[in-house]
């Protein structure tokens, strides 16, 4: 069983800030793999950005997001947080955190992104 609970959502003005944080447990499972997505009104949930959990913390952008926005966790990893800096209207969307677990130790068997957050809404006014 995996918890996911997110935070940090708010409303701002475009060209502000704001940092989401993401923390997930789990009693039997190990939390590897962590990333945020994002779904606006009308639209399809997308990938915002990832980071590994598997020592080398490799970060994944999408395209829309890259420059602005930047991935981090802690040490212990099972805490992420995205700071999201120069924000656009476009940017509004209510924001999922997800995490991948391990059942044994094996990082090539870890699980897909099935742990989601209830999601935190941001909103960027012009």
């Known amino acids: 069983q995996v918890q996911v609970v997110e935070s940090g959502g708010g409303s701002v003005q475009a060209g502000g800030s704001l940092r989401l944080s993401c923390t997930a447990s789990?009693?039997?499972?190990?939390?590897?793999?962590m990333g945020w997505w994002r779904q606006a009104p009308g639209k399809q949930r997308e990938l915002v950005a990832t980071?590994?959990?598997?020592?080398?913390?490799?970060?994944h952008y999408a395209d829309s997001v890259a420059g602005r926005f930047t991935i981090s966790r802690t040490t212990d990893e099972d805490t992420v947080y995205l700071q999201m800096n120069n924000l656009k209207p476009e940017d509004t969307a209510i924001y999922y955190c997800?995490?991948?677990?391990?059942?044994?130790?094996?990082?090539?068997?870890?699980?897909?992104?099935?742990?989601w957050g209830q999601g935190t809404q941001v909103t960027v006014t012009s």
């Open positions: 980071i590994s959990g598997d020592g080398n913390g490799e970060t």
């Open positions: 789990s009693t039997i499972f190990s939390i590897t793999d």
């Open positions: 997800n995490a991948r677990h391990i059942q044994g130790t094996r990082y090539e068997n870890r699980h897909e992104y099935d742990n």
